[in-house]
């Protein structure tokens, strides 16, 4: 997949209706649930879109994005000196993260993007080391299968097959939650979102 298609799943414009109320529920969560000038980090941080609309709403709190994309994190240095807004984004695995790495009052993953994390526990676990308080928010049952044709399809990924999961020549498996799934996360609270599952873990 081409990284520029990456971009797309930020772009609220391109995403279907559920899909584009899920990203403003999201922000809008954090922004509220967020205290004054905690420390965040968005595991999976694309090329800095999110960072960049919570940093304008607000400022205060100081943020930190990691992608494992080289090209993307160099796209969100350069969005965020454009937008005027101050964050730090690393190139980093989640699930081998660079050592020493500071903790933070919070650390995010949003947008399903631990579906495309193949060994998810184990990046759930380096969340729960990093943070002192993690929410993970990702896509369940309400996802179905036509919303899912077409939200690949308006951010331009060619979807070959779904078997319970989501898979693609370009990009691999995605995976889907269902609540139980959720639950194995050992959450100390669920939140439903219009497409699925917000965790505090």
Do not use: H, W
Not at 158 to 184: A, C, K, Q, W
Request: proline fraction near 5%; charge should be negative.
């Amino acid at each position: 997949m081409d990284k520029e298609t990456y971009s797309n799943f930020d772009e609220l414009d391109f995403l279907p209706v559920l899909n584009r109320e899920n990203y403003i529920f999201e922000t809008d969560f954090l922004v509220r649930k967020i205290p004054e000038k905690s420390s965040l980090l968005q595991i999976g941080s694309m090329e800095g879109q999110r960072a960049v609309r919570l940093m304008q709403v607000r400022p205060d709190i100081k943020m930190t994005g990691m992608e494992i994309e080289a090209q993307l994190v160099e796209k969100a240095r350069d969005k965020v000196r454009a937008e005027g807004v101050s964050a730090d984004f690393i190139q980093a695995d989640i699930t081998e993260p660079p050592q020493p790495l500071p903790g933070f009052d919070y650390v995010i993953c949003l947008n399903n993007t631990l579906g495309f994390i193949p060994e998810y526990n184990k990046a759930i676990q380096e969340m729960r080391r990093i943070g002192d308080n993690v929410y993970i928010s990702v896509f369940g049952e309400l996802f179905s299968d036509d919303l899912a044709r077409e939200y690949f399809d308006r951010v331009g990924i060619s979807l070959d097959r779904i078997d319970g999961d989501y898979l693609f020549t370009s990009i691999g498996r995605l995976r889907r939650f269902r609540e139980e799934d959720v639950l194995n996360f050992r959450p100390k609270e669920i939140i439903s979102t219009p497409l699925g599952y917000l965790a505090s873990i």
